[in-house]
């Protein structure tokens, strides 16, 4: 199993990122899939969860509205659409598959001016 975040960077508030997460290894379109993200100093959290068939979405409260996760089974790749950063969005964001708890590397995103 392996799991390849990128998409990540520098942005100002009020702006953009899509992140991406490209899975090998598994049969992609059997699993529940999630983007979860990690500041300095703060635990780990759910950012956002997508059943695998592309029909259920889940979200953390706080990004509610702002964020939006899909997913391609064709391309095994699943999609965080991150619109109105806010600088407490800055963390490090990870792709997780739950079932046998595999996890990417993460990549970073910075909101900030």
């Known amino acids: 199993v392996q799991l390849v975040e990128s998409g990540g960077g520098l942005v100002q508030p009020g702006g953009s990122l899509r992140l991406s997460c490209v899975a090998s290894g598994f049969s992609f379109s059997l699993y529940v899939m999630s983007w979860y993200r990690q500041a300095p100093g703060k635990e780990r959290e759910m950012v956002a969860r997508?059943?695998?068939?592309?029909?259920?979405?889940h979200y953390a409260d706080s990004v509610k509205g702002r964020f939006t996760i899909s997913r391609d089974n064709g391309k095994n790749t699943v999609l965080l659409q991150m619109n109105s950063l806010k600088p407490e969005d800055t963390a490090l964001y990870y792709c997780?598959?739950?079932?046998?708890?595999?996890w990417g590397q993460g990549t970073q995103v910075t909101v900030s001016s």
């Open positions: 997780r598959r739950r079932d046998g708890d595999y």
């Open positions: 997508i059943d695998s068939f592309g029909h259920i979405t």
